[in-house]
């Protein structure tokens, strides 16, 4: 594979490496950094793809993958605050171990009329 081949509007594989590894903060607790793609928001499939890391880095088992992803975009996510991931265990059929079902995710501070309500 060629330089030209492994770079995608000036996001090299290097890149997409770095921005996909997150900070663990706590246990199931997760920061990931924003890239300008030029929307002046942050990108909903970096958010998504951050989120099935942060729930993967949560599983000890190489050979557990995740099935199905599903994302709500509510409001624009702000490029100056960093994204945080809250991954939730829960029951895995059949097995009795714990398997990452939820991760939610957050980037304060969201923006908000004068009442507080979403602007």
């Not at 770079?7 to 594989?13: A, H, I, P, S, Y």
């Not at 290097?14 to 246990?27: A, M, R, V, Y």
């Not at 996510?77 to 939730?88: F, H, I, N, S």
Request: with cysteine; hydrophobic share 35%.
């Amino acid at each position: 594979m060629n330089d030209h081949e492994m770079t995608v509007k000036g996001l090299g594989l290097h890149d997409l490496l770095e921005i996909l590894t997150l900070e663990p903060l706590e246990k199931n607790l997760y920061r990931g950094q924003n890239r300008d793609i030029g929307t002046g928001r942050v990108f909903g499939g970096q958010v998504l793809a951050q989120a099935l890391v942060a729930a993967q880095n949560t599983v000890d088992s190489d050979d557990r993958m995740a099935h199905s992803l599903h994302g709500y975009f509510i409001l624009p996510g702000d490029l100056e605050a960093p994204v945080v991931y809250q991954v939730e265990g829960l029951p895995a059929p059949c097995s009795g171990e714990r398997a990452p079902g939820l991760a939610r995710c957050s980037n304060l501070p969201w923006p908000t009329s004068e009442n507080g309500s979403p602007a």
